[in-house]
């Protein structure tokens, strides 16, 4: 079975921290990605990575960065805080960018900050 | 622009038959995915089609028309169990998938 581990799945953290989320997959998927998801809003693409070293703005980038250093990790970083950041936060993995493979996903990361 | 709607919320009884209608517009396509969220839980994979058709796997079949840009997900003999959100997504031509808010669903006694 795939499995996508993501590190915490609740974390509260204070306004202006830096905040690291993990995720790591262990099926040698070459795609990765993280996203937030709020009531109402369905699923939001913040940044998604092809290949190490490798990463795409989604559709929510601003206030995030990401880290891909080895295949199976993917980590998203709130370089600083905020309430508004407050979410659900899925990590994903899917087998290649070129094909139309299922996404696996990650158990979440709720994620308060107050 | 890229869109997908769906219903927010529908009920239905248990042992009952419901479907969940999906439309969608992308540029290009790549096929429909169906997935299914338990409340706090992460999304799992039910089901992808990609040509015209009813794809059937066990209670839950997948329907899809390309040229109406329709999908429709049916649930049959309806459990509490099934009680969740479900997820819509289309895959554009570059293989991103654009996903909708997703269906609650409530299964009544």
């Known amino acids: 079975d795939v499995k996508v581990t993501q590190s915490s799945r609740y974390l509260v953290k204070r306004t202006g921290e830096k905040v690291f989320l993990e995720c790591v997959q262990d099926?040698?998927?070459?795609?990765m990605f993280w996203y937030r998801q709020d009531p109402g809003l369905g699923l939001r693409l913040i940044y998604f990575?092809?290949?190490?070293?490798?990463?795409e703005k989604g559709d929510i980038p601003e206030g995030y960065s990401v880290s891909r250093e080895k295949k199976e990790r993917f980590s998203l970083i709130l370089e600083s805080a905020s309430t508004n950041q407050t979410s659900m936060y899925l990590c994903?993995?899917?087998?290649?960018?070129?094909?139309?493979?299922?996404?696996?996903f990650g158990q979440g990361t709720r994620l308060t900050v107050v | 622009g890229q869109n997908i709607d769906q219903p927010t919320e529908m009920t239905a009884t248990e042992g009952a038959i419901v479907q969940i209608n999906c439309t969608y517009q992308?540029?290009?396509?790549?096929?429909l995915f169906w997935y299914q969220q338990h409340a706090g839980e992460a999304p799992t994979f039910l089901s992808y089609n990609v040509l015209d058709g009813l794809e059937e796997k066990g209670r839950f079949s997948s329907f899809l028309s390309r040229s109406k840009g329709y999908s429709y997900l049916l649930l049959k003999e309806l459990q509490m169990k099934d009680s969740a959100s479900y997820l819509c997504?289309?895959?554009?031509?570059?293989?991103?998938?654009?996903w909708g808010a997703g269906t609650k669903l409530i299964i009544k006694p």
């Open positions: 992308t540029s290009g396509f790549n096929g």
């Open positions: 994903a993995s899917s087998l290649s960018p070129d094909r139309a493979t299922e996404a696996f």
């Open positions: 990575s092809y290949d190490v070293k490798m990463k």
């Open positions: 099926m040698d998927h070459e795609n």
């Open positions: 997504a289309a895959m554009d031509s570059n293989y991103q998938l654009i």
